[in-house]
């Protein structure tokens, strides 16, 4: 089967905000305690953070990481995690009927984003706590000093401002699940009173406002519509989540979801762009999407855990093994983004470690890369600059979830120093390779970089602690260029990277 591409210089869709590209730590399972931090751990460095996890997340060069929750932060004092560890209140957390023991806490956090080379995107309670709150947490965070809340950090001792610019205002407030559930009003209110106090202290904040949890809930899109009503003038984005799952098995379908994740995006733009007619306004609310990945193969294990009459400490919840196939869909997602990067400007991948995560860890043990690792790091690495606008022209199929769905999922990036061009591609058929044939206008003398294949025999392998290189990315020759086109042939069930000299 044949694909044809046109490749244009010119035809841009948007510069990629490297945020794109970020990540996700909430205080759930064992992604802070056992997984950024385990004091005891052989490779553990003053401050109690694993450095085998801090080398696979540099790796990764997420630019920013949201903490605390989530669902954890809903129900979460902030002023429990700062002060002497040995003085910390140990609570229980209702979001996911567990022991937290507020031994990691902002400043560790923010200690922690620096040897990662990552920035922080904060989360205020907006659940069971409010705007004072919210306010009292800035404060403590950014301002220098000789007020109540910044002399309290500097006395806990950080002396200098952590500085953090990127904040959200609560987290799924749709959600019945949540703590502290409200409706679209009482949210868009509350949010806009927060983000002008917040604005109060600092105007060149950027400010995140929930948007729905998923496309499936039955308040969806009239949440987005009601709250940007009540705070349009006040955010800078609005959030958005989505989760994918292959229950039944079926791989075609599965992979087709990247197209809901598109109608998704589709959706909201089309609010925001009501909402802002509507007010009248200059200023276009960018979607942060800031919870997305593969969620489903650890379902039944997460009941029985959170089923049982107890309250345990950094219990495995959450902790899916990705295979394969997952490779292929994490792939067909970050394409999406790349796609739709002139409305998605901040994505995080949730999680970063040990939870619904490209990293996994054993306690007093071994780190290791999951098989979704992969695409997520060609895609920050090489996936930043100008996202190019595809004519594509190929064999498609119709599955559940949408008709005429591409068998090549395909996105492009044209590099910041103008310097390199880049394709990433799945081709999402079970049984037929694809022969690409992409044209390139405007990128004369266009050579051969490298060409990287992820692809497998069994769709449900899996990268573990003693076996961590099952699943790998290798380096391939099928790609060439003649005659300004670039051709080459993509196995069946495949991830591919091919980057040029331009």
């Not at 209702?94 to 507020?102: F, I, K, Q, S, V």
């Not at 306004?281 to 997460?302: A, C, L, M, P, R």
Request: proline share 4%; charged share 25%.
């Amino acid at each position: 089967m044949k694909t044809n591409v046109v490749a244009h210089r010119d035809f841009r869709i948007a510069t990629i905000d490297a945020r794109l590209y970020s990540s996700f730590l909430e205080h759930l399972g064992r992604a802070i305690y056992g997984g950024i931090y385990e004091p005891g751990h052989p490779t553990a460095d003053e401050d109690g953070f694993r450095r085998d996890v801090l080398d696979l997340v540099r790796e990764l060069d997420t630019p920013y990481c949201r903490y605390p929750g989530g669902n954890f932060v809903s129900a979460y004092n902030w002023e429990d995690g700062v002060g002497p560890r040995s003085e910390r209140p140990v609570r229980l957390d209702l979001a996911w009927r567990t022991r937290e023991a507020n031994q990691v806490g902002v400043n560790e956090f923010v200690d922690w984003c620096k040897k990662a080379n990552t920035k922080p995107m904060l989360a205020v309670n907006l659940g069971s706590r409010g705007l004072d709150a919210a306010r009292n947490f800035l404060e403590y965070c950014n301002h220098p000093g000789g007020t109540y809340w910044s002399d309290l950090r500097r006395k806990h001792g950080w002396s200098n401002p952590h500085d953090v610019k990127l904040w959200c205002l609560g987290n799924e407030m749709d959600g019945p699940w949540q703590v502290g559930h409200k409706s679209a009003y009482e949210y868009g209110r509350l949010a806009d009173e927060t983000a002008k106090a917040m604005r109060g202290f600092d105007k060149s904040l950027e400010l995140v406002v929930c948007g729905s949890s998923n496309s499936d809930m039955k308040t969806y899109p009239d949440w987005e519509a009601q709250v940007l009503e009540q705070c349009y003038d006040s955010a800078d984005y609005i959030s958005l989540h989505m989760y994918f799952a292959n229950r039944e098995k079926n791989t075609l379908n599965y992979l087709a979801r990247a197209t809901k994740l598109d109608r998704y995006i589709t959706t909201i733009g089309g609010v925001i762009d009501y909402i802002k007619a509507k007010k009248r306004s200059k200023k276009t609310i960018g979607i942060s999407f800031d919870e997305w990945n593969v969620w489903y193969h650890s379902n039944q294990q997460d009941k029985e855990i959170l089923a049982r009459d107890e309250w345990p400490d950094a219990p495995h919840l959450l902790e899916d093994i990705y295979n394969f196939e997952d490779v292929l869909q994490v792939g067909g997602i970050l394409n999406t983004f790349i796609r739709r990067s002139d409305r998605v400007r901040i994505a995080c991948i949730a999680q970063l470690v040990n939870v619904i995560a490209p990293i996994m860890t054993e306690d007093g043990g071994a780190a290791w890369r999951q098989t979704i690792y992969y695409p997520f790091y060609y895609a920050s690495r090489y996936g930043r600059g100008a996202a190019l606008q595809l004519v594509v022209d190929g064999p498609s199929y119709d599955s559940d979830e949408e008709n005429e769905v591409p068998y090549l999922d395909v996105s492009a990036v044209h590099s910041e120093d103008g310097r390199s061009l880049t394709f990433f591609a799945v081709n999402r058929h079970p049984d037929s390779a694809l022969d690409l044939d992409v044209r390139l206008e405007g990128f004369g003398g266009a050579r051969l970089i490298e060409q990287v294949e992820m692809t497998h025999g069994d769709l449900e392998a899996v990268n573990t602690a003693r076996r961590p290189e099952t699943v790998v990315p290798v380096q391939v020759e099928s790609a060439k260029i003649e005659d300004g086109r670039v051709r080459a042939a993509l196995k069946p069930l495949s991830y591919n990277v091919i980057r040029l000299s331009v």
